[in-house]
């Protein structure tokens, strides 16, 4: 199967650069290329992607709208009462109205109804208290009714919005904050999986995942690029995750999204836009768009078309690869679903007398119960600590960083401001190097806590301190034992370390001279060879004063 993709993406590469060549030969002026219509208009300005060639022209400019598949957190599927588990025997979790045998009928699952509703609400939607059921249908083998139940007409949740903060610049040092609109959320079911065995040409068919609850997150194309895009997936992953209404791991296929890309020149329609199909990761998302953007910009520059077509990202490759051709619109169908009546929802003002709440879905009472969603702690953690914004956004983009944090803070006297260092710095930093997640840290919070309480009572000094995270890492011994072990306590004999200081300048005559000569960027280069001489165990601030006064003398 690998093997298939590739060749198929080197074709598609190679079909694209002999095509330029020709066109190239036989066009002498800027193609015009077929448009798809006004979409909607983005609500922030659009990235471009790269100066038009001929001067007059207006600059390229990419469009990017997403479709996400949240598999909603409930212990049975949407509308039968097989279980939900991502590990299972083939087919082992199938119910017969699963595999769509005559006389069966759908129950819809309450459940999967309020984790619908408590989306809608943190994603600022507005929820209709009447939704529709609808039949869209189409043939794939693991979709065994040959229609998936969907809410087409009306869905649960209708104009919402996202906002999200991503890095900009060269360097990726500025942070910036877009809103994207959200057209719709909607309840539809998951369909079964294709097991494609090349080696024995046939496909085998696994069943436990048909009917499972999803919501589709519909965003406007309201976004310009790759990192812009996979940092909206991110915060929804975020906000589902937080809310409990889906367990949002993308590789599990808990949350897969489908991008809609297009480019065009600034001021004139959009362009036609290509699909890409089931990305399931944030960055391989954010190199999927990058990639369609780059490889739709110089097919109209060398006067080819773009085809309206669904395409798949090879992620070995790096590059997008042609699934089936869309330009003729297919016809599912759409009809409403006969064995499902509208879906009622209520707020406490409609909400019948002597109502039964087991058997009513009440909007109100769900908003009264979502818990503080990720941009409210992210306010919180920099209102209460003191940290910089972009510090909250990696505390919470990585799982269990915060909670490590806040748990270090109130077991040490340091100031957060430098506690925060020591987390984003020199653990997140070992983490990822070494591949692990926080939960894997051979670091304990209590440990860190410990070593920095060390450090702030001027038992070590900061580059002891240094040493000794290094051999925290290796899990053997707490901080205090290695600090005796490695005698790094601070030393406490003043002109023992004046006589450091003193051999450190003889030995360095060509630094002090600079110095002397107004040249301090030498001060610290001649401060880090005290250090390197104590190992560390020196108290910087008196290191400094000291050679301050050798050094007016």
């Known amino acids: 199967m690998a093997a298939s993709i590739a060749r198929r993406c080197r074709r598609s590469l190679q079909a694209q650069h002999r095509r330029a060549g020709l066109v190239a030969a036989l066009h002498s002026g800027p193609s015009r290329r077929r448009a798809q219509g006004p979409g909607p208009v983005a609500s922030g300005g659009r990235a471009e992607t790269s100066p038009a060639r001929e001067s007059?022209?207006?600059?390229?400019?990419?469009?990017?709208?997403?479709?996400?598949?949240?598999?909603?957190?409930?212990?049975?599927?949407?509308?039968?009462?097989?279980?939900?588990?991502?590990?299972?025997?083939?087919?082992s979790l199938v119910s017969f109205f699963d595999a769509s045998l005559p006389g069966t009928l759908p129950v819809l699952n309450r459940r999967c109804v309020e984790a619908a509703v408590m989306t809608g609400l943190a994603l600022n939607c507005s929820i209709n208290k009447k939704s529709l059921f609808d039949r869209k249908h189409y043939f794939y083998a693991d979709l065994p009714a040959g229609y998936q139940i969907t809410q087409q007409r009306l869905p649960i949740a209708v104009n919402g919005s996202l906002s999200y903060s991503f890095w900009v610049g060269g360097k990726k040092n500025q942070m910036v904050t877009r809103t994207v609109r959200i057209k719709q959320i909607q309840?539809?079911?998951?369909?079964?999986?294709?097991?494609?065995?090349?080696?024995?040409?046939?496909?085998?068919?696994?069943?436990?995942?048909?009917?499972?609850?999803?919501?589709?997150?519909?965003?406007?194309?309201?976004?310009?690029?790759?990192?812009?895009?996979?940092?909206?997936?991110?915060?929804?992953?975020?906000?589902?995750?937080?809310?409990?209404?889906?367990?949002?791991?993308?590789?599990?296929?808990?949350?897969?999204?489908?991008?809609?890309?297009?480019?065009?020149?600034?001021?004139?329609?959009?362009?036609?836009?290509?699909?890409?199909?089931?990305?399931?990761?944030?960055?391989?998302l954010a190199r999927a768009i990058d990639y369609e953007i780059q490889r739709q910009t110089k097919e109209l520059e060398n006067g080819g078309t773009v085809l309206n077509e669904t395409r798949a990202f090879d992620y070995k490759l790096g590059c997008?690869?042609?699934?089936?051709?869309?330009?003729?619109?297919?016809?599912?169908?759409?009809?409403?679903?006969?064995?499902?009546?509208?879906?009622?929802?209520?707020?406490?003002?409609?909400?019948?007398?002597?109502?039964?709440?087991?058997?009513?879905?009440?909007?109100?009472?769900?908003?009264?119960?979502?818990?503080?969603?990720?941009?409210?702690?992210?306010?919180?953690?920099?209102?209460?600590?003191?940290?910089?914004?972009?510090?909250?956004?990696?505390?919470?983009?990585?799982?269990?960083?915060?909670?490590?944090?806040?748990?270090?803070?109130?077991?040490?006297?340091?100031?957060?401001?430098?506690?925060?260092?020591?987390?984003?710095?020199?653990?997140?930093?070992?983490?990822?190097?070494?591949?692990?997640?926080?939960?894997?840290?051979?670091?304990?919070?209590?440990?860190?806590?410990?070593?920095?309480?060390?450090?702030?009572?001027?038992?070590?000094?900061?580059?002891?301190?240094?040493?000794?995270?290094?051999?925290?890492?290796?899990?053997e011994k707490n901080p205090l034992q290695i600090v005796k072990e490695k005698k790094l306590e601070l030393m406490q004999d003043q002109q023992e370390l004046e006589q450091i200081c003193q051999e450190v300048m003889e030995g360095h005559q060509e630094e002090v001279m600079e110095i002397k000569e107004g040249n301090r960027k030498v001060f610290n280069k001649l401060m880090g060879l005290v250090q390197r001489a104590t190992r560390g165990r020196a108290d910087p601030v008196l290191v400094k004063q000291i050679l301050e006064k050798k050094l007016s003398q």
């Open 56 to 91: 007059g022209v207006a600059p390229w400019a990419a469009v990017v709208g997403l479709e996400i598949h949240a598999q909603i957190s409930s212990n049975s599927k949407l509308f039968s009462s097989s279980q939900v588990q991502f590990v299972a025997p083939p087919n």
């Open 187 to 284: 309840l539809e079911q998951d369909s079964g999986k294709s097991l494609h065995d090349d080696t024995r040409s046939q496909t085998l068919i696994d069943l436990n995942r048909a009917g499972v609850g999803l919501m589709e997150v519909v965003m406007e194309p309201d976004m310009s690029s790759g990192e812009e895009a996979a940092a909206a997936v991110r915060e929804l992953q975020l906000i589902l995750q937080t809310l409990g209404s889906s367990q949002a791991i993308m590789a599990e296929g808990q949350l897969r999204v489908d991008a809609n890309v297009s480019v065009h020149h600034l001021g004139e329609p959009y362009g036609v836009r290509t699909e890409v199909k089931n990305i399931n990761s944030a960055r391989f």
């Open 320 to 475: 997008t690869i042609p699934m089936r051709d869309k330009e003729g619109k297919q016809d599912y169908r759409f009809m409403p679903e006969p064995n499902l009546p509208p879906l009622i929802l209520y707020d406490t003002k409609s909400l019948p007398a002597n109502t039964n709440h087991q058997q009513v879905v009440n909007i109100d009472w769900i908003r009264e119960r979502l818990p503080n969603l990720p941009s409210v702690k992210r306010a919180k953690l920099v209102e209460q600590y003191g940290i910089l914004p972009e510090h909250s956004f990696i505390l919470l983009n990585e799982d269990g960083l915060m909670e490590f944090f806040e748990n270090v803070v109130k077991r040490t006297q340091m100031n957060p401001k430098k506690v925060i260092g020591w987390i984003l710095k020199d653990m997140l930093g070992y983490l990822k190097q070494h591949h692990l997640t926080v939960k894997e840290s051979p670091v304990s919070f209590l440990f860190l806590a410990e070593l920095l309480n060390l450090q702030e009572r001027g038992t070590i000094s900061s580059s002891a301190a240094k040493q000794v995270l290094e051999e925290l890492w290796k899990g």
